[in-house]
């Protein structure tokens, strides 16, 4: 019987500790998880979260510039913890088995130790220069996100309307509650995360995949495409129209070329595409090549809301859904990939929000390496597609950014019915001498898509050259 109770101990303290730690019916949790000395997250070399020792031998949780990089961070507080806060809580903690700081004896009878550190993959000048250019836009709701195209590094993933992580990781159960409690009673949700967590129509930003799947169906970029002012799926009782602003343009006109067509975003070209040729199937397959359809993991446990365009035998559904609108839906994040697809020769990465992962001692113990997700194009068609994000900076939708930092890009004007305003997108990249970055703004508001274009290129600006 002594035997069988020794053995219970261990396996209960040893093996068992941590799940039951983290169980959600032990309350204990709670209680003792600011008496840890939490690690810190880094960025370039800068705390963005830290713990400090109080007078009663627990630990505050404190977040530099806080609403700029609550999407990042998320927070810890006496419930629960959000962003990289809960992807890396174990290593954040101490409890980590890749931390050896700790004896056996430690680990059995659970003593706390000091945490890691986690940098973060964010370009930390890039993300201030993102909160702010949002914040000034005037946008209800907006989200920017920026990838690293080779790697799927996240250097930006700014979101507003934001909030302070210092306000809700309070020690005081009551000031944290009554924080959470007006946070959530604010309709716009600033404790979401919007740049992953949150989905938008997108517009026409979304006829960067059905061009794409039209490249994939052996068009090519020159290839005469069908346009005209207005098109009628079959079976439909409407007809689907070009904007207003396209009347007496080359979109009015019956053939176009794929680019230009993509350059001056023609709706009735690409309807077309989704509801007859090359259809539904082929335009459905290629969103799932850039990730919609699955949530998108970016860090550990960290997975964004599920893009999704509409798989449907309803033409009208789909001519719809081809041109952002209807039941087409996508995350900043998802729109991003998107753009980062293009620009990596076709190849998407997946998105990663941490670098490395360093133990109290500063010693490197886990370094994220890159990971490929799928090919979405072939280098050729890759090229075609860059070719027709830049017409649209030449010549098209985009020529304001002519001279700016953005080398090609795609405008989106989401209409929202009953609304006063219309979700304004751009995707893109830069900088021009050698683009690297993809980069995705949603701005809510009065306007079209092309507004969100200068954001994008002055975040692009604040990246390293």
């Avoid at 830290?50 to 609550?70: I, L």
């Avoid at 595409?273 to 919609?292: I, L, S």
């Avoid at 703004?441 to 969100?452: D, N």
Wanted: net charge negative; charged share 20%; proline share 6%.
């Amino acid at each position: 019987m002594s035997i069988a109770l020794l053995v219970n101990i261990t396996y209960v303290q040893g093996f068992k500790a941590q799940s039951l730690r983290d169980d959600s019916l032990n309350a204990r949790q709670f209680e003792n998880r600011f008496k840890i000395d939490r690690g810190p997250i880094v960025a370039d070399g800068e705390r963005l979260a830290w713990s400090e020792k109080t007078g009663d031998d627990r630990y505050q949780r404190h977040y530099q510039d806080g609403p700029a990089f609550a999407p990042v961070t998320g927070y810890f507080s006496v419930f629960s913890q959000t962003g990289l806060e809960d992807a890396e809580n174990h290593f954040l903690d101490g409890t980590d088995p890749r931390l050896k700081a700790t004896s056996i004896v430690d680990k059995l009878i659970g003593n706390p130790v000091p945490g890691g550190t986690v940098e973060a993959t964010v370009d930390v000048n890039a993300q201030r220069v993102a909160h702010d250019a949002l914040t000034s836009s005037g946008a209800r709701r907006a989200a920017a996100v920026v990838l690293n195209a080779r790697t799927g590094a996240i250097l930006v993933m700014a979101s507003t309307p934001s909030f302070d992580p210092d306000e809700v990781s309070s020690l005081d159960r009551e000031e944290a509650t009554n924080a959470f409690d007006r946070l959530g009673d604010q309709p716009l949700k600033p404790l979401l995360n919007k740049a992953a967590y949150e989905l938008f129509p997108p517009g026409s930003t979304f006829k960067t995949v059905v061009a794409a799947s039209a490249l994939k169906a052996d068009a090519s970029e020159d290839t005469l495409v069908r346009a005209g002012r207005a098109y009628t799926p079959p079976g439909a009782g409407q007809s689907i129209s070009n904007d207003a602003g396209d009347i007496g343009g080359s979109c009015d006109l019956s053939q176009i070329p794929l680019i230009e067509a993509f350059a001056q975003s023609c709706n009735t070209t690409f309807a077309y595409m989704g509801a007859e040729a090359p259809g539904n199937d082929a335009v459905h397959a290629e969103a799932g090549k850039f990730g919609f359809g699955d949530g998108i993991e970016f860090a550990d446990g960290l997975t964004s809301a599920p893009s999704s365009f509409p798989e449907t035998g309803q033409a009208s559904l789909s001519a719809l859904g081809s041109i952002g609108q209807g039941s087409t839906v996508a995350s900043p994040l998802q729109m991003a990939m998107v753009a980062s697809g293009v620009l990596n020769d076709g190849e998407v990465m997946r998105p990663h929000l941490v670098d490395k992962l360093r133990a109290p001692d500063g010693v490197t113990v886990d370094t994220i390496s890159p990971q490929r997700m799928s090919s979405a194009l072939t280098s050729g068609q890759a090229q075609q597609m860059r070719d027709m994000m830049e017409a649209v900076v030449e010549r098209g939708t985009g020529e304001s950014l002519q001279g700016t930092s953005i080398l090609g890009g795609k405008t989106g004007t989401a209409d929202i019915e009953g609304a006063s305003y219309n979700d304004r997108w751009f995707i893109g990249f830069g900088p021009r001498s050698d683009p690297r970055y993809a980069v995705a703004v949603l701005t809510e508001a009065p306007g079209y898509g092309i507004e969100s274009g200068p954001i994008a290129a002055r975040i692009v600006d604040a990246l390293p050259g």
